[in-house]
């Protein structure tokens, strides 16, 4: 007999409708359990059967990514986190992950907890965490920005100050180092911000953990914070659309204590280290108890059975559907082996964290939850796991959008007031004004900070090392990239061309494209029109991802972001990591000395459609995008590859957002020398789109005059169009098409309104 | 001092000076997260011995210097530093100090260190209320003592800090005693040396980033030298202050006391 609480409301279709089941999803439920379900197990289908724990409408998609490759130890959806290797009989383990709508109703916690979340994910799987990393989107934060009132840019500056704090609060407490990311402030994202978080961890091929529940009797564990009611149901809330009412959702975001965290890694990492007392571990994430106690068992094809008295409990007269839907931080499920229940519990007690053994490992496939003696809820595992309904949407392409009409817009004389406004609009402006507040170089192995095309991280690997250099090192490239304006104008060549430029953004860092994970952040899926982006955005990054041979290891969906102005731009924000095989092949993207000579590889090219020029002169996206191809872009790839490792190249800079002259501006401006440059470019119909058309597959480097001829030969060899630019020197970038001289700016000026433009922003 | 002696003596042969291992002891509180580079630098950089010193022990395991690491001791809970002054491994640290033992706190470190009462002073929220992380300049105050023997005077010195609670503030008897007993170690600069407002990332009176106590041999400074001795991490400009203490021991023994060793017999 499975009881119900004397407190418990009756189950009617209203309360059904409002745990966000459909009629066909509860008569799924009553036939699994073949019984109605009780309240408590209503909640339970609820969140498991949620977007955010399910997958529910994104599940068919998901499959299209290719997730194998002969470096992948542990593939994506099979646990926490995926495992890749990287030589040597080591690993990494690492994911991205989204906090969209607990940040947009209370960004500091909302942020901070994301974080949390993540980390757990890979410490987990067995891994110790080295770094972070953002992707993050807020409204506009500039006064009198196009379609938002002031009282939203007003409200945007006070989200992007909570969440860049709420990162900080929790990244610097525990001890990782926030080493890049990306911030774009856009219309689209008034009313819901995305907080994407990447945690990257680092493991030896034989410390790989897993998620799983076997041996019947093995006891169940709970280790770390005490249960709340905060962030009750959460995972059900990040999988509805953000009204005015949301606020009213404030008890759905959870509080992050990072200290505890701390605790928690350094504990389990210990445990661990005794593989014999630990059969499987699970962080309490989304869903909580229910999702960690189900999908463990589910994964180890046993029960588990589990007593709520025994769950350590910060609030008096919880039900258990309070305690079963709970989303508190800072909580893990350990497995522990029977017979080594004292090893186990000496560990936490060490950190002064208390195990408390809530139940064991059973063999009839049931999730039972007992409570006051009584047994509460009882569910097959397997198919609350994983026989969520699965749904395939109505995917329409919506209708063609015009073009841009280069004849509506007027060719300025004098560029370099574009340009500085460029440089000034937040989404290219320097970001210090966030990355100065991550400690981004804690544990001391961030060697290029935020700043560059990635960020470069050196792993120690045999910290047991005493000699002077001892030790095993590797180095890995990051970046994380999503132009989503081109996602919006054509989501499938939009998604591939961000996948283009990460691993663009590694090789640039002197680095292999490893394998990435992506973020799906789009609006709500019933929608036919955003079904249709998540589809197309969804094949064209696998297709890309095929191509590179970057396999996917993991990552996250989040859907339903909508504000009552409608669906965000499709934003599939991509993580990318590269391996850098060598120190000497770490390149950055700001020129170094007097006299060497710059070149664009990959073209020109043409076509100001889906530029950030277009946008801020006409507030319109739209296309035609750029054309991009594959063989071209490898090609470029592996001309700026080689010349990287052949000791070519001084800076290398990839062209994005604001097209050839922001990146020479950057070239110039983002080191610590900031010298000038003098730049001679081909003669075009427009100048404004040579300056500013936001073409793929170009790169900006800088060479010593006698490395000259070497470049040119690669270039040849890989077929790849050369330009020579100029030479940086003075202290002014000039820009000359023939004999006219389009910008001329010094690069303090440049700087100026570059580095400072979030700032004034936010603290005016 | 068999030691200082023994270390003495070592030092006449070049060749068995390498072999002379220094013994550094990184405190690890609850919350610590800058410990395990601490043990890197002097291990791998350094060349020499480093082991943790846990929190609940009283036992220094024979350190020739103390450690005390940056981190979020406790969670920085109720004040930096404020709650890890009273582990059991601080009664050890303090007795060390007080016999002359080398003791170095380094951001969060130093503010337990504050706390303790091993040095003058307290911390104030960063002025600009924010956790700041960049790389800022150091004037060198002293070229003598365990921490700036290996430097020069008026050497600028490139080190990043990471705080948000790094706003040194003493009262003005405090400060102009410090002054006096040349107990300012390093103050924010620019480029040139010059201690201007700008150049001051968290708005510590006089520009102080590091001060020792009245006798020298202990040292609490707000920048992370770990951060900053390997080219890889962009400066090497931290590994003065290792070589100073490593030289500093090597010449004049550790004023460890064995009395100091409390459980270990």
């Known amino acids: 007999m499975i009881a119900a609480m004397p407190t418990d409301p009756a189950i009617t279709p209203e309360l059904i409708r409002k745990h966000g089941l459909t009629d066909d999803e509860y008569q799924l439920a009553c036939s699994i359990l073949k019984r109605d379900p009780n309240f408590t197990e209503l909640g339970i289908f609820s969140v498991m059967w949620s977007e955010h724990c399910s997958y529910k409408n994104s599940r068919p998609e998901l499959k299209k990514f290719p997730t194998t490759g002969p470096k992948v130890l542990v593939k994506a959806g099979d646990e926490n986190a995926g495992v890749l290797d990287i030589g040597d009989g080591w690993a990494i383990a690492f994911k991205i992950e989204s906090h969209n709508h607990p940040s947009a109703v209370e960004p500091f916690q909302g942020a901070a907890t994301g974080v949390g979340g993540i980390i757990r994910d890979i410490f987990t799987m067995g891994a110790r965490p080295v770094l972070c990393m953002d992707a993050l989107r807020f409204g506009p934060i500039t006064p009198g920005a196009r379609d938002t009132s002031e009282a939203q840019v007003a409200r945007n500056r006070r989200l992007l100050s909570g969440v860049v704090a709420g990162i900080a609060h929790y990244g610097n ?21 995305l907080v994407n978080v990447v945690c990257l961890g680092v493991l030896r091929h034989d410390q790989i953990r897993k998620g799983s529940a076997t041996g019947k009797g093995n006891p169940v564990y709970y280790v770390g914070a005490a249960t709340g009611r905060d962030g009750l149901a959460g995972a059900a809330f990040a999988s509805r659309e953000l009204t005015e009412e ?125 409570h006051g003696g009584k047994t509460v809820a009882e569910i097959p595992a397997k198919q609350l796991a994983e026989d969520a309904p699965v749904y395939v949407r109505e995917a329409k392409a919506p209708a063609a959008a015009p073009a841009f009409d280069p004849s509506s817009l007027e060719e300025p004389r004098d560029l370099s007031p574009a340009l500085l406004e460029l440089l000034g609009h937040p989404s290219i402006a320097s970001k210090n004004w966030v990355y100065r507040q991550y400690d981004h170089q804690v544990r001391a192995g961030t060697c290029v900070l935020p700043g560059s095309d990635a960020a470069v991280v050196r792993l120690l690997l045999d910290g047991s090392s005493k000699k002077n250099g001892g030790g095993l090192v590797k180095y890995l490239a ?11 104008i054509n989501p499938r060549e939009g998604a591939k061309m961000v996948v283009a430029e990460s691993c663009r953004n590694i ?62 731009d499709p934003t599939p924000t991509f993580c990318m990591v590269g391996l850098i095989e060598d120190a000497r092949f770490i390149t950055t993207q700001w020129f170094k000395n007097e006299g060497d000579r710059i070149f664009l590889l990959g073209g020109t090219g043409a076509g100001l459609g889906g530029s950030h020029y277009l946008l801020h002169r006409t507030g319109k996206k739209v296309g035609p995008l750029p054309p991009f191809d594959f063989e071209f872009e490898k090609r470029v790839q592996d001309a700026v590859a080689d010349a990287i490792r052949a000791g070519i190249v001084q800076s290398a800079h990839d062209c ?63 077929n790849v169009p050369l330009a020579e630019l100029g030479s940086v020197g003075g202290k002014d970038l000039q820009i000359q098409v023939g004999d006219r001289t389009i910008v001329d700016a010094p690069v303090t000026r440049l700087h100026e309104a570059w580095y400072n433009a979030i700032a004034l922003c936010v603290e005016s | 001092m068999e030691f200082a002696a023994k270390r003495r003596k070592n030092h006449k042969n070049k060749s068995d000076r390498k072999r002379v291992r220094m013994k550094f002891g990184v405190v690890q509180f609850p919350g610590s997260n800058c410990d395990q580079d601490c043990i890197h630098v002097i291990r791998r950089v350094m060349g020499h011995e480093a082991f943790y010193l846990w929190h609940k022990d009283e036992d220094l395991q024979g350190a020739d210097c103390v450690m005390v690491p940056g981190g979020f001791s406790y969670g920085d809970y109720l004040r930096c530093g404020a709650i890890a002054r009273f582990a059991p491994m601080m009664t050890a640290v303090k007795k060390f100090a007080a016999a002359g033992g080398i003791v170095i706190g380094i951001c969060n470190g130093f503010q337990i260190l504050l706390e303790a009462g091993l040095l003058q002073g307290a911390m ?47 009262d003005t008897s405090t400060l102009s005693e410090l002054n006096r007993n040349g107990q300012v170690a390093f103050r924010y600069c620019d480029g040139m040396g010059k201690t201007t407002d700008e150049a001051n990332p968290n708005g510590s009176l006089e520009n102080i980033a590091g001060i020792t106590n009245r006798s020298g041999n202990v040292l609490g400074m707000m920048p992370h030298p770990e951060r900053a001795s390997e080219s890889i991490l962009g400066s090497e400009d931290g590994k003065v202050i290792f070589e100073s203490i490593i030289s500093w021991i090597m010449n004049h023994g550790t004023g460890r006391k064995e009395s100091v060793v409390l459980s270990k017999g």
Not at chain 1, 478 to 488: F, G, M, S
């Open chain 1, 656 to 718: 994005s957002e604001g097209g050839l002259a922001v990146a020479l501006a950057e070239s110039c401006m983002s080191g610590e020398t900031k010298p000038g440059a003098q730049v001679k470019l081909p003669s075009a119909n427009r100048t404004d789109d040579l300056l500013f058309n936001e073409a793929p597959s170009r790169v900006i480097v800088s060479a010593a005059p006698d490395k000259v001829d070497a470049l040119k030969k690669i270039c040849a060899k890989e």
């Open chain 2, 124 to 170: 104030q929220r960063n002025r600009r209320l924010k956790f700041q992380c960049e790389s800022v300049h150091l004037r060198v105050e002293h070229a003598s003592g365990p921490f700036t023997c290996k430097a020069q005077e008026g050497q600028v010195l490139r080190i990043p800090i990471a705080h948000g609670e790094g706003n040194y503030f003493a």
């Open chain 1, 478 to 488: 990051l970046t994380t990239d999503c132009n989503a304006i081109h996602c919006r």
């Open chain 1, 507 to 568: 090789v640039c860092s002197g680095g292999r494209p490893l394998a990435g994970s992506d973020n799906l952040n789009f609006g709500n899926p019933h929608k036919p029109e955003v079904f249709w982006q998540i589809r197309e955005c969804v094949e064209g990054m696998a297709e890309a991802c095929r191509f590179f041979g970057t396999p996917i290891t993991g990552g996250n969906v989040s859907l339903y972001n909508e504000s009552p102005e409608g669906a965000i």
């Open chain 1, 173 to 193: 407490c525990i001890g990782l180092p926030t080493v890049g990311g990306e911030i774009y402030f856009d219309s689209s994202y008034n009313g819901n911000p």
């Open chain 1, 246 to 370: 949301s606020k009213e959702d404030r008890p759905a975001v959870q509080v992050g204590d990072p200290f505890m965290e701390k605790l928690l890694l350094e504990a389990c990492l210990e445990l661990f280290e005794h593989n014999e007392a630990v059969v499987g571990v699970q962080d309490m994430g989304a869903a909580g108890l229910t999702c960690s106690t189900c999908e463990t068992a589910s994964r180890g094809n046993s029960g588990i059975e589990i007593e709520l008295d025994r769950v350590p409990q910060r609030e008096t007269g919880m039900v258990p559907y309070e305690t079963m839907l709970s989303e508190s931080q800072e909580r893990m499920l350990i497995i522990a082996r029977k017979g080594h229940e004292r090893e186990v519990e000496k560990i936490f007690e060490k950190w002064d964290l208390h195990a408390a053994k809530i139940g064991h490992v059973t063999d009839d496939g049931l999730m039972r939850v007992k």
